[in-house]
């Protein structure tokens, strides 16, 4: 119990004016508490800015230049199941976008095209719920 309490009778004796800043800042207790609240809240911002359910990215074909009017399909999966498809098409730069998905967390990406093929069905993995993910599908000759 002391080692827990140290840093905050410590805290009170920087404020009270009795210990300096150098001090506290040396003491590995101190030192560990600071660096896990930067990281926690730094990881904290880092999703706060992140989370929006945004899946953007571009189809491209076997030369490597943009597909227009591709079919994009993702499979949100879910614990219990694969839920119901959502489909996208993509503008004339190949680019497509899925918005307010922010209840992914898990799912699988195809697009297609109805004279260039399919692309590889892609399973991806987000590291939290809602994040923002950018993807480059390539539709290979059928």
């Known amino acids: 119990m002391k080692r827990i309490t140290e840093p905050i009778r410590q805290i009170g004796l920087l404020v ?3 210990l300096t800043l150098r001090r506290l800042l040396l003491h590995r207790v101190t030192i560990l508490l600071v660096v896990t609240l930067v990281l926690a809240g730094g990881t904290m911002i880092y999703v706060n800015a992140n989370n ?11 030369d490597g230049e943009p597909v227009e009017d591709a079919t994009v399909h993702i499979w949100p999966i879910h614990l219990q199941s694969v839920q119901q498809e959502r489909t996208t098409t993509t503008d004339a730069n190949g680019e497509f976008e899925f918005t307010d998905q922010t209840d992914l ?4 990406i195809q697009a297609s095209h109805d004279d260039l093929g399919t692309s590889e069905e892609r399973h991806e993995h987000l590291y939290f719920e809602g994040q923002n993910v950018e993807i480059e599908l390539e539709i290979t000759d059928d």
């Open 105 to 108: 967390l898990e799912f699988r």
């Open 52 to 62: 929006d359910g945004t899946i953007s990215g571009q189809v491209v074909g076997p």
């Open 16 to 18: 009270g004016g009795t």
